[in-house]
């Protein structure tokens, strides 16, 4: 296909180049048509000069077809080049959607370890409340305790009314012992 393209080119710039030159047809009804030569004023017309093709300094060859073929191996160099670079943005694109999906995956990673940080901190916040509040109720439950002990030292000296025991003085606190009065009498039962 380009192996066509680029002969087709070259013979297009080869014949317009080189000119045809070709027989005036003759024709005993055709009239014949007059060329006008261009004036050495028109040649020199400022406008010209500018749209013109330049001749390229790069191109080594003198005739147009060495110019056609100059190009040619500029155009094959172009394109090689070309497929190439679009290999590397094709690979670039891969990549690029790789690290996208990555990124992606990351980020709800992220997500969720923020979200578990947080219930996380939480949590110990809670439980540190919950401890500050034991360490400032253990005095509580020490005096509740005490309290609780002292309801059953008062049972228990009710109950050993009911079966029998004396009383002890009211100057000894119900937490010592009685001493025993007589020898023959046992000793309170501790308390």
């Known amino acids: 296909m380009w192996n066509k393209s680029l002969i087709v080119v070259v013979a297009v ?10 027989e005036e047809p003759s024709g005993a009804g055709l009239p014949k048509l007059q060329i006008r030569q261009p004036s050495a004023q028109s040649k020199q017309a400022a406008y010209l000069s ?6 390229d300094a790069s191109v080594g060859g003198e005739t147009a077809v060495d110019s056609a073929l100059a190009w040619a191996e500029k155009y094959s ?3 090689a080049k070309n497929e190439v670079l679009q290999r590397e943005k094709a690979d670039l ?10 990124m992606a995956t990351l980020q ?28 400032s109720n253990v005095l509580g439950y020490r005096q509740e305790m005490r309290a609780a002990q002292q309801v059953q030292l008062q049972q228990l000296s009710k109950i050993l009314k ?12 119900a937490s010592k012992p009685a001493a025993p009065e ?5 000793e309170p039962l501790p308390q």
């Open 13 to 22: 710039i080869g014949l317009g180049l080189s000119g045809c030159n070709a």
């Open 50 to 55: 500018k749209s013109a093709v330049q001749k």
């Open 77 to 79: 160099q172009a394109s």
């Open 93 to 102: 694109l891969d990549k690029n959607a790789k690290l996208q999906i990555q």
């Open 108 to 135: 709800a990673d992220l997500s969720v370890a923020q979200r578990e940080l947080k219930e996380a901190n939480t949590m110990l916040l809670d439980i540190r409340t919950d401890l500050d509040k034991w360490k």
């Open 162 to 173: 009911i079966l029998g025991a004396e009383p002890a003085p009211s100057g000894t606190t």
């Open 182 to 186: 007589k020898e023959g009498e046992s």
